[in-house]
């Protein structure tokens, strides 16, 4: 038996996109349902976001990548005053990140994998032609041994060793940029409300 915490309210179409949940009980706020997959594993969840949300998919019809649009919000999010501010931060976040992935980035390696169809394609059957993760691996196969992969592994242990001294500077400034600015804005929101310290 494995459990699953989440707090949820009933949405329709988390309802429509998993159907196979059935013996539904709505007790205290508290979903008890079991998952008609032959495990018998039971799930009780207390977070309601799971619900309401909707994901950005990575997917692919007819052998190309349907991506999102990279200026299309991604969906809705908590409300501000339902959960801790790291929580939903945090998952803003990475449906944030999911998003960049499915709209910048999975385009740019489908382009490639575009470019080189009848090699890829060539060790995937038929059936999982429009499985993301499926075709992505038969590409990584063919990648894995191209120059540019090669020199990235050996380049690996020189950024290592730069990391060692320090010498990180010239790495994703931007990223890390942004990064230490909201981490020292978020520190500094939280020092704002003198009424949350534990001390």
Known sequence: MHLLNINLYCHPRFKEKHAR???????GGTLSTRYNSGSHAFVSVTAYFIWRRIFVPHTKFDCDLCPPDPHQVPSESPNDWEMHPSWILGIESLNAYSH???SVVLPIAFQWIDEHRAEV???VPDNL?????????AAFKLIKNLP????GLTKNAMYQTAKAN???????????SI?????TDTQAAFTQQTSLSVD
């Open 129 to 137: 032609k429009d499985d993301v993760g499926t075709v992505l691996a």
């Open 121 to 123: 394609y060539a060790t």
């Open 179 to 183: 990064t230490q600015t909201v981490r």
């Open 148 to 151: 540019a992969y090669q020199r």
């Open 21 to 27: 949940w059935t013996s539904t009980r709505l007790i």
């Open 100 to 102: 960049w992935v499915s």
């Open 166 to 176: 320090g010498d990180t500077a010239a790495i994703n400034p931007a990223w890390a």
